[in-house]
């Protein structure tokens, strides 16, 4: 571990997934925007880098985790980015969600400064950043895999080479797919259920032992009966992380019908004040249009 780590985006998933390698014994540089969440890693431990490029001039793997494609641009490849710092043979690991095409640009860009650069975005929220429970998709060479390994087994419980660079923002945009038309269902269906007597908990319950049984409803249960939507995935990041699905559809000529009314749902979402709130606050789009709350006290 005597190679320094630097770590760029301290949000909601960034900055558990930091503390979680400082306690694995790594010593970080760190950097953020918002520069005070850098200041308190570094009143923790961490060593605090005005900018992206003196996190890369001070390590040797750099990982980020930032909102999505603008961000991992002007980090990776702009003004005082982590190219102008970088030194020959380290290593950028992207953890953001981001663009599979925008992956393929920055990688071949670090290549011709002979920086090795993995896109490798994670499934499983604050919960899994927290507890280091993550599922890490990883897009980019073995070579570069098998250097970055030690850091995904401190940060994910799963790993796997999914492919060429790009494959890991190409496999997370199917990922967000899945996760949206899920809560989307889950929402109908409690609804559905609320409006004819039922009462949430007990649908949740009944549909929590049967096929119907899923991950969101199981992580997201608490938050979709008390309507006490703390972000762990914020509505905003899922939407724009649909848009990202949608383009990749156009890319590849697939139609991804359910995706875009869902998309359209998170917009609506979006548009009246609510993209800093969880994802599963998608059900009150339904329940708007329902008249009819599903939670603990209906």
């Not at 949000?11 to 014994?25: D, E, F, S, V, Y």
């Not at 918002?34 to 009143?43: C, D, G, I, Q, V």
């Not at 961000?71 to 003004?79: D, L, N, Y």
Request: charge should be negative; include cysteine.
């Amino acid at each position: 571990m005597s190679e320094k780590v630097g770590f760029v985006g301290l949000g909601i998933m960034g900055k558990p997934m930091a503390r979680n390698l400082m306690q694995a014994g790594y010593e970080l540089v760190v950097h953020n925007r918002t520069m005070e969440k850098a200041e308190k890693l570094a009143s923790e431990g961490a060593t605090a880098a005005e900018s992206p490029r003196e996190v890369a001039e001070e390590s040797g793997i750099v990982v980020t985790m930032l909102p999505g494609p603008p961000e991992v641009e002007e980090v990776v490849a702009g003004e005082e980015g982590l190219l102008e710092g970088a030194k020959e043979g380290s290593l950028i690991v992207d953890m953001s969600t981001s663009s599979p095409v925008l992956a393929r640009e920055l990688f071949r860009a670090a290549r011709e400064k002979e920086v090795g650069m993995l896109d490798a975005p994670v499934s499983g929220g604050d919960v899994g950043a927290e507890e280091g429970t993550l599922s890490i998709m990883v897009g980019g060479t073995e070579e570069d895999l098998e250097r970055a390994k030690p850091l995904f087994d401190v940060l994910g419980e799963t790993v796997v080479h999914v492919g060429e660079s790009g494959a890991g923002q190409t496999v997370k945009a199917c990922n967000q797919v899945v996760v949206a038309v899920v809560i989307e269902a889950v929402s109908e269906a409690l609804v559905l259920g609320s409006k004819a007597g039922v009462a949430p908990v007990k649908l949740i319950e009944v549909l929590s032992g049967g096929l119907a049984s899923n991950k969101v409803m199981e992580v997201k249960a608490k938050k979709f009966l008390e309507h006490e939507f703390e972000p762990g995935g914020r509505a905003a990041t899922h939407l724009k992380d649909l848009r990202i699905a949608l383009e990749a559809g156009r890319e590849h000529g697939v139609p991804l019908p359910v995706t875009a009314m869902v998309e359209q749902m998170f917009g609506a979402l979006t548009a009246r004040g609510r993209g800093g709130w969880d994802h599963s606050a998608l059900i009150t789009v339904l329940e708007g249009w329902a008249g009819q709350e599903a939670s603990y006290s209906r």
